[in-house]
Protein backbone atom coordinates (compact mmCIF):
# COMPACT_ATOMS: atom_id res chain seq x y z
CA UNK A 1 0.00 0.00 0.00
CA UNK A 2 1.68 3.01 -1.22
CA UNK A 3 0.65 5.63 0.86
CA UNK A 4 2.78 8.69 -0.74
CA UNK A 5 2.65 8.61 -4.54
CA UNK A 6 4.93 10.05 -7.61
CA UNK A 7 3.26 9.51 -10.40
CA UNK A 8 5.84 11.23 -13.03
CA UNK A 9 8.95 9.13 -12.59
CA UNK A 10 10.57 11.60 -14.77
CA UNK A 11 9.94 15.57 -15.77
CA UNK A 12 12.56 17.52 -18.54
CA UNK A 13 12.06 21.30 -17.80
CA UNK A 14 13.87 24.15 -19.76
CA UNK A 15 16.19 26.15 -18.22
CA UNK A 16 14.61 29.05 -16.59
CA UNK A 17 11.72 27.91 -16.78
CA UNK A 18 9.18 26.35 -13.71
CA UNK A 19 9.51 22.68 -12.32
CA UNK A 20 6.70 21.50 -10.82
CA UNK A 21 6.90 18.19 -9.21
CA UNK A 22 3.64 16.55 -7.48
CA UNK A 23 3.31 14.15 -4.57
CA UNK A 24 -0.03 12.51 -3.39
CA UNK A 25 -0.73 10.73 -0.14
CA UNK A 26 -3.49 9.47 1.46
CA UNK A 27 -3.24 9.35 4.99
CA UNK A 28 -4.99 12.55 6.49
CA UNK A 29 -2.61 11.76 9.84
CA UNK A 30 0.22 12.70 7.99
CA UNK A 31 1.46 16.59 9.18
CA UNK A 32 4.65 16.86 8.09
CA UNK A 33 5.83 16.99 4.33
CA UNK A 34 9.32 17.18 3.39
CA UNK A 35 10.92 17.55 -0.30
CA UNK A 36 14.58 16.15 -0.67
CA UNK A 37 16.43 15.85 -3.55
CA UNK A 38 19.09 13.06 -4.07
CA UNK A 39 22.07 13.11 -6.63
CA UNK A 40 23.53 9.75 -7.80
CA UNK A 41 25.76 7.74 -5.38
CA UNK A 42 25.03 10.90 -2.60
CA UNK A 43 22.53 10.40 0.13
CA UNK A 44 18.65 12.79 0.40
CA UNK A 45 19.48 16.64 0.62
CA UNK A 46 16.68 18.19 2.49
CA UNK A 47 15.26 20.99 0.76
CA UNK A 48 12.18 22.44 2.16
CA UNK A 49 9.05 21.27 4.37
CA UNK A 50 5.76 22.29 5.28
CA UNK A 51 3.64 21.74 8.58
CA UNK A 52 0.07 20.63 7.67
CA UNK A 53 -1.45 24.19 9.49
CA UNK A 54 0.15 26.04 6.72
CA UNK A 55 -0.50 25.57 2.92
CA UNK A 56 2.30 27.53 1.21
CA UNK A 57 6.58 27.49 2.03
CA UNK A 58 8.91 29.85 0.12
CA UNK A 59 13.22 29.29 0.44
CA UNK A 60 14.75 31.17 -2.48
CA UNK A 61 13.88 29.44 -5.44
CA UNK A 62 11.69 26.75 -3.75
CA UNK A 63 8.15 26.74 -3.11
CA UNK A 64 6.21 24.15 -1.73
CA UNK A 65 2.13 23.87 -1.98
CA UNK A 66 0.03 22.28 0.89
CA UNK A 67 -3.74 21.12 -0.50
CA UNK A 68 -4.79 18.88 2.52
CA UNK A 69 -8.19 18.60 1.05
CA UNK A 70 -6.96 17.10 -2.33
CA UNK A 71 -3.85 15.20 -0.05
CA UNK A 72 -1.64 16.82 -2.70
CA UNK A 73 1.69 18.64 -2.36
CA UNK A 74 4.01 20.11 -4.82
CA UNK A 75 7.38 22.24 -5.15
CA UNK A 76 7.94 24.48 -7.55
CA UNK A 77 11.56 25.68 -8.37
CA UNK A 78 11.72 28.67 -10.38
CA UNK A 79 14.06 29.84 -12.21
CA UNK A 80 15.07 26.10 -12.75
CA UNK A 81 18.84 25.54 -13.24
CA UNK A 82 21.10 23.23 -14.79
CA UNK A 83 22.32 22.27 -11.13
CA UNK A 84 18.61 21.07 -10.57
CA UNK A 85 19.02 18.20 -12.67
CA UNK A 86 18.12 15.57 -9.55
CA UNK A 87 15.79 12.96 -8.45
CA UNK A 88 13.42 14.84 -6.05
CA UNK A 89 11.72 12.71 -3.11
CA UNK A 90 8.60 13.66 -0.87
CA UNK A 91 8.12 13.01 2.16
CA UNK A 92 5.34 12.26 4.89
CA UNK A 93 5.32 11.84 8.68
CA UNK A 94 3.10 11.65 11.29
CA UNK A 95 5.99 11.08 13.80
CA UNK A 96 9.47 10.08 13.36
CA UNK A 97 8.75 7.66 10.54
CA UNK A 98 8.93 9.62 7.09
CA UNK A 99 7.70 7.94 4.10
CA UNK A 100 8.57 8.05 1.28
CA UNK A 101 7.54 8.62 -2.54
CA UNK A 102 9.63 6.80 -5.47
CA UNK A 103 10.91 9.76 -6.61
CA UNK A 104 11.04 11.96 -10.03
CA UNK A 105 13.66 12.50 -11.97
CA UNK A 106 14.12 15.89 -13.08
CA UNK A 107 15.97 16.95 -15.71
CA UNK A 108 17.02 20.80 -16.96
CA UNK A 109 18.15 21.45 -19.96
CA UNK A 110 20.57 24.01 -20.98
CA UNK B 1 32.48 18.37 7.89
CA UNK B 2 29.70 17.86 10.43
CA UNK B 3 27.24 15.94 8.47
CA UNK B 4 26.06 12.11 8.79
CA UNK B 5 28.76 10.00 8.28
CA UNK B 6 28.24 6.72 7.28
CA UNK B 7 31.29 3.94 6.28
CA UNK B 8 31.65 1.77 4.50
CA UNK B 9 30.22 3.76 1.46
CA UNK B 10 30.54 0.23 -0.27
CA UNK B 11 30.42 -3.42 0.75
CA UNK B 12 30.75 -6.38 -0.61
CA UNK B 13 29.33 -9.48 0.90
CA UNK B 14 28.92 -13.21 -0.28
CA UNK B 15 25.96 -15.16 0.96
CA UNK B 16 26.09 -15.83 5.16
CA UNK B 17 28.44 -13.38 5.54
CA UNK B 18 27.70 -11.09 7.92
CA UNK B 19 27.51 -6.99 7.03
CA UNK B 20 28.07 -4.57 9.44
CA UNK B 21 27.09 -0.73 8.55
CA UNK B 22 27.94 2.17 10.62
CA UNK B 23 26.85 5.69 10.99
CA UNK B 24 27.65 8.60 13.10
CA UNK B 25 24.77 11.79 13.41
CA UNK B 26 25.38 14.83 13.02
CA UNK B 27 26.92 16.57 16.21
CA UNK B 28 24.01 17.30 18.46
CA UNK B 29 22.01 14.88 17.58
CA UNK B 30 20.85 11.86 19.39
CA UNK B 31 17.86 10.33 17.33
CA UNK B 32 19.50 7.86 14.54
CA UNK B 33 16.81 6.35 12.02
CA UNK B 34 17.84 3.65 9.17
CA UNK B 35 16.02 3.28 6.00
CA UNK B 36 16.60 1.19 3.15
CA UNK B 37 16.45 1.52 -0.79
CA UNK B 38 15.69 -0.94 -3.01
CA UNK B 39 16.44 0.05 -7.32
CA UNK B 40 13.85 2.26 -8.69
CA UNK B 41 11.87 2.74 -4.76
CA UNK B 42 11.88 4.83 -2.17
CA UNK B 43 13.44 4.79 1.04
CA UNK B 44 11.79 2.40 3.64
CA UNK B 45 12.08 3.22 7.18
CA UNK B 46 13.86 0.34 9.08
CA UNK B 47 14.63 0.89 12.33
CA UNK B 48 14.61 4.48 15.01
CA UNK B 49 17.09 4.59 18.04
CA UNK B 50 18.17 6.81 20.50
CA UNK B 51 21.23 6.80 22.46
CA UNK B 52 21.72 3.03 23.77
CA UNK B 53 18.05 2.45 23.32
CA UNK B 54 15.29 0.83 20.56
CA UNK B 55 12.55 3.43 20.13
CA UNK B 56 10.97 1.88 16.54
CA UNK B 57 12.24 -1.22 15.00
CA UNK B 58 8.88 -2.14 13.07
CA UNK B 59 10.27 -1.73 9.75
CA UNK B 60 13.40 -3.96 9.86
CA UNK B 61 13.20 -7.94 9.45
CA UNK B 62 12.75 -9.69 12.50
CA UNK B 63 15.40 -12.33 11.68
CA UNK B 64 18.92 -11.20 10.89
CA UNK B 65 18.71 -7.88 11.04
CA UNK B 66 19.98 -5.89 14.46
CA UNK B 67 20.40 -2.22 14.76
CA UNK B 68 22.37 -0.44 17.98
CA UNK B 69 23.25 2.81 18.78
CA UNK B 70 25.76 2.84 22.41
CA UNK B 71 26.34 5.23 24.61
CA UNK B 72 29.73 5.90 22.89
CA UNK B 73 30.71 5.58 19.23
CA UNK B 74 28.92 4.92 16.18
CA UNK B 75 24.78 3.35 15.22
CA UNK B 76 25.62 -0.05 13.51
CA UNK B 77 23.46 -1.46 11.57
CA UNK B 78 24.21 -5.50 11.57
CA UNK B 79 22.89 -8.07 8.66
CA UNK B 80 23.65 -11.56 9.89
CA UNK B 81 23.84 -14.75 7.02
CA UNK B 82 23.36 -12.10 4.27
CA UNK B 83 21.52 -13.05 1.13
CA UNK B 84 20.75 -11.80 -2.43
CA UNK B 85 17.92 -9.78 -1.28
CA UNK B 86 19.91 -8.00 1.29
CA UNK B 87 21.31 -6.13 -1.63
CA UNK B 88 20.57 -2.41 -1.30
CA UNK B 89 21.57 1.01 -0.47
CA UNK B 90 21.20 1.69 3.31
CA UNK B 91 20.84 4.99 4.54
CA UNK B 92 21.29 6.51 8.20
CA UNK B 93 19.85 9.58 9.05
CA UNK B 94 20.22 11.99 12.47
CA UNK B 95 18.11 14.34 14.08
CA UNK B 96 18.02 17.16 17.31
CA UNK B 97 14.49 15.92 18.50
CA UNK B 98 12.16 13.62 17.77
CA UNK B 99 9.42 14.34 15.66
CA UNK B 100 8.06 17.68 15.34
CA UNK B 101 9.37 19.59 12.34
CA UNK B 102 12.70 18.75 12.72
CA UNK B 103 14.14 17.48 9.20
CA UNK B 104 16.24 14.19 9.33
CA UNK B 105 19.78 14.55 7.44
CA UNK B 106 20.78 11.88 6.24
CA UNK B 107 24.46 10.30 5.39
CA UNK B 108 25.25 9.30 1.86
CA UNK B 109 24.33 5.14 2.37
CA UNK B 110 26.45 2.16 2.16
CA UNK B 111 25.97 0.46 -1.12
CA UNK B 112 25.23 -3.57 -0.02
CA UNK B 113 26.22 -5.92 -2.65
CA UNK B 114 25.65 -9.44 -2.36
CA UNK B 115 27.44 -12.05 -4.16
Known amino acids: DQQVKQNSPSLSVQEGRISILNCDYT??????FLWYKKYPAEGPTFLISISSIKDKNEDGRFTVFLNKSAKHLSLHIVPSQPGDSAVYFCAASASYKYIFGTGTRLKVLA | NAGVMQNPRHLVRRRGQEARLRCSPMKGHSHVYWYRQLPEEGLKFMVYLQKENIIDESGMPKERFSAEFPKEGPSILRIQQVVRGDSAAYFC?????????????FGDGTRLSIL
Open chain 1, 27 to 32: NSMFDY
Open chain 2, 93 to 105: ASSYDRGGNQPQH
